[in-house]
């Protein structure tokens, strides 16, 4: 798929703004492309299709987990978790998507993963520090990405971050997140 071809996808699928954020998230990805030397058109199409499904209808998302074979757990979670994986799979099928490093990406997103690929890795952080982004803690990330250029140590201290906040609010944490946190402590340096 083009880049003309994908923004148009998704700005007919999203509100307005939701579409502004995809287009700063691939913007941020092809910036850090150039950086951590990734492929740039790759990381523009997972950066703007990432959130294809973030406005799906839960019971639908739920279906897809089933009828795709899904990882079965998935279903004990909700949309913030299971549009990463649910875009994956109708990116691919609608639009024959076959790059398994952009479809990890997009599937990933929500959760994070051990040993991610490049890309996966960029669109995780991207969405997470696009120039929008105001949360506590985003600028200190953009600088282990921009200047110590060190993109596992952005992974895990993002997910750190996500790990503590679903803590503080009682939430289950999906497996592959846990997963996540254990690899990029290790990986880290
Ligand atoms: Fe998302
Ligand atoms: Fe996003």
């Given at each position: 798929m083009k880049r003309k071809e994908a923004l148009k996808v998704a700005a007919d699928k999203l509100p307005k703004k939701r579409f502004k954020h995809c287009e700063r998230v691939a913007e941020t990805a092809v910036q850090m492309s150039e950086i951590f030397k990734a492929d740039k058109d790759r990381c523009f199409l997972a950066g703007i299709l990432h959130?294809?499904?973030?406005?799906?209808d839960l019971s639908k998302m739920y279906q897809t987990v089933t009828a795709e074979q899904?990882?079965?757990?998935?279903?004990?979670?909700?949309?913030?978790?299971l549009h990463g994986p649910v875009a994956a799979v109708k990116i691919k099928n609608k639009?024959?998507?076959?790059d398994e490093e952009i479809l990890n990406a997009v599937a990933h997103h929500t959760s994070g993963a051990k040993q991610m690929g490049l890309i996966e890795k960029i669109i995780y952080v991207a969405d997470y520090i696009e120039p929008k982004r105001t949360q506590p803690g985003v600028d200190q990330i953009r600088d282990i990405v921009?200047?110590?250029?060190n993109l596992d140590l952005a992974v895990y201290t993002i997910t750190k971050a996500n790990v503590k906040h679903l803590l503080n609010k009682d939430q289950t944490i999906y497996h592959k997140t846990i997963e996540c946190l254990n690899y990029y402590n290790m990986a880290r340096e």
């Amino acid at each position: 798929m083009k880049r003309k071809e994908a923004l148009k996808v998704a700005a007919d699928k999203l509100p307005k703004k939701r579409f502004k954020h995809c287009e700063r998230v691939a913007e941020t990805a092809v910036q850090m492309s150039e950086i951590f030397k990734a492929d740039k058109d790759r990381c523009f199409l997972a950066g703007i299709l990432h959130d294809y499904s973030k406005y799906d209808d839960l019971s639908k998302m739920y279906q897809t987990v089933t009828a795709e074979q899904l990882d079965p757990e998935l279903l004990e979670y909700k949309s913030e978790v299971l549009h990463g994986p649910v875009a994956a799979v109708k990116i691919k099928n609608k639009f024959n998507i076959i790059d398994e490093e952009i479809l990890n990406a997009v599937a990933h997103h929500t959760s994070g993963a051990k040993q991610m690929g490049l890309i996966e890795k960029i669109i995780y952080v991207a969405d997470y520090i696009e120039p929008k982004r105001t949360q506590p803690g985003v600028d200190q990330i953009r600088d282990i990405v921009f200047k110590e250029k060190n993109l596992d140590l952005a992974v895990y201290t993002i997910t750190k971050a996500n790990v503590k906040h679903l803590l503080n609010k009682d939430q289950t944490i999906y497996h592959k997140t846990i997963e996540c946190l254990n690899y990029y402590n290790m990986a880290r340096e």
